[in-house]
């Protein structure tokens, strides 16, 4: 092997070994879910330039160290390999392989990964080598994130098998301890709700809800075994999903008495691509409920509260919609909340921010009758609902100015509610209204026009646009043109930051709406 051939060889196992924490750090951010990494890795050659021509630029060294290596031209064929296999290990540029608002975490599970991936990776790298020569090396350095998804298929089901103990032991302990399971799901407001429906229902029961976004098999299952101990009367459980099935499963696993959906809403669009798919994927949860609580508001819910009906399961509606027919009809403008029982109708007054979400509050409501809370009891647990971190949080920064950090919400709905208290904050105290976004992301082939619709909106109001990222940034701009405060554009969240506070003054209001994590562009 010649001195040229080894000083490739070395090179292609280095940009193996970044290979594998670059797309191992993806693939811990987007759930392990195959398909996913290679989505990631092309957004990245189709939002930055610099990576587009790269890449153009390696296949074409590929193709001619391969046409070169026929020809007998050896010398010229490993050079040209290995100026190939120098471009594929930069790919992509701006993605760091350790990155700073998602590092990655080093988990059993992500060290199985990193060990299957690094084989994988040799292996087919042994392959393409022996195929196609020292060009093989940059090939397969390419082809990384695809392999990454091919490896996640056989090894999420080993994972499944291996944490198949903490899900059995979840189980008996639901079995001893035997509490009341509320199940709650929806495009968005999930995590808002559980807050809330733990709060409502301390006033009468011992609740234990699921932390933070614990919403998928494994993150109930630990929320049970760590949390649910004897004397818990009520365990309050978010379930997510990210395809039909999802809900089955986890209701077959923690077997909900009462069942709940927020909303159907298009932020799963780019997985499910419809939102008839997504009402029936959410639907799963009261397949195994004995009583459901549903929105009337929702077309897409309509038939489902009929169906449950015809199914003999108790249904709860509510209604956000003052006058609309529901056992709970939410007025946020009047601040009221209507409670329609055998024993009668209750009214409540109701404390709700200008960023919150009527429908979370409903929901909730109807959840506490759902177990038996009088109104009377109800409604003064109405009056200080708690807030949740980072979904249209209410801050003051040491200058004066007012900051809402709505960062973990990615929805067309929530953010423009978010828009609507932030504008008006910023009118009452008589400042300028400054955002700062990434835009949202996972809407599918309405993503685009969610996200200029969102500029819009802001320039409408009067604010200032604040584009982070190259994601959404062609949607927002387009969205944000002609705006009598023109929109400013960041490639670093840090940066927009200190430019927002600069812009918003002691008296304005900065929102802050959705952060995406550094794997995206």
Not at 119 to 143: D, N
Request: aromatic share 4%; net charge neutral; hydrophobic share 50%.
């Amino acid at each position: 092997m010649t001195p040229l051939l080894i000083v490739t060889l070395v090179l292609g196992l280095g940009a193996a070994a970044l290979a594998v924490l670059r797309w191992l750090r993806v693939a811990q951010r987007e759930h392990y879910i195959a398909g996913w990494v290679g989505r990631i890795a092309a957004l990245w050659v189709a939002r930055r330039i610099e990576n587009a021509i790269t890449t153009a630029l390696a296949l074409l060294l590929v193709a001619a160290a391969v046409l070169l290596g026929v020809a007998g031209a050896e010398l010229a064929s490993a050079i040209t390999a290995l100026l190939a296999l120098l471009a594929a290990a930069l790919l992509p540029f701006g993605l760091g392989v350790r990155g700073t608002s998602a590092p990655l975490n080093w988990t059993p599970r992500a060290r199985r990964l990193a060990l299957a991936f690094s084989v994988a990776l040799l292996a087919i790298g042994a392959l393409f080598w022996w195929i196609l020569g020292a060009a093989g090396a940059a090939l397969t350095i390419l082809l990384a994130p695809v392999l990454m998804d091919a490896v996640l298929v056989p090894m999420n089901a080993v994972e499944k098998r291996l944490s198949h103990k903490y899900l059995v032991s979840a189980r008996k302990r639901l079995g001893q301890v035997r509490p009341t399971v509320v199940a709650i799901t929806g495009s968005y407001g999930k995590t808002s709700t559980k807050g809330y429906v733990a709060h409502v229902l301390a006033g009468a029961f011992s609740v234990v809800a699921s932390p933070a976004s614990f919403n998928n098999l494994m993150g109930l299952s630990r929320a049970v075994n760590d949390r649910v101990v004897p004397g818990t009367e009520v365990f309050v459980a978010e379930m997510g999903v990210y395809g039909p099935g999802e809900i089955r499963e986890l209701s077959e696993s923690f077997p909900p008495d009462v069942a709940a959906i927020t909303t159907i809403g298009e932020a799963h669009l780019a997985r499910m691509k419809t939102k008839e798919t997504i009402a029936r994927a959410k639907g799963e949860i009261t397949e195994r409920a004995k009583t459901v609580v549903l929105p009337v508001d929702e077309p897409e819910l309509r038939a489902l509260i009929e169906r449950c009906r015809a199914e003999g399961k108790r249904v709860i509606t509510v209604s956000t919609v003052p006058g609309t027919e529901a056992d709970v009809v939410v007025d946020a403008a009047t601040g009221v909340v209507t409670m329609a029982t055998p024993a009668g109708t209750s009214t409540a007054p109701l404390e709700l921010s200008g960023t919150g979400h009527a429908v979370n509050v409903a929901v909730t409501v109807g959840i506490a009758l759902a177990l038996g809370m009088e109104p009377a009891a109800i409604g003064p647990r109405l009056t200080a609902l708690p807030g949740s971190q980072h979904r249209a949080e209410v801050q003051e920064a040491p200058n004066g100015t007012v900051i809402i950090d709505d960062t973990y919400n990615s929805n067309p709905v929530g953010s423009e509610r978010a828009l609507e208290g932030a504008a008006a904050l910023a009118e009452e105290r008589g400042g300028t209204l400054v955002v700062v976004t990434p835009g949202m992301v996972e809407l599918g082939s309405v993503q685009f026009e969610r996200n200029r619709a969102f500029a819009a909106s802001v320039t409408a109001r009067g604010g200032t646009l604040l584009v982070v990222g190259r994601t959404n940034r062609a949607a927002l701009l387009a969205g944000a043109e002609g705006a009598a405060h023109p929109a400013l554009v960041f490639d670093r969240r840090p940066d927009a930051v200190q430019a927002a506070l600069d812009q918003a003054g002691d008296r304005g209001v900065i929102l802050y709406e959705n952060d995406l994590p550094d794997h995206y562009p």
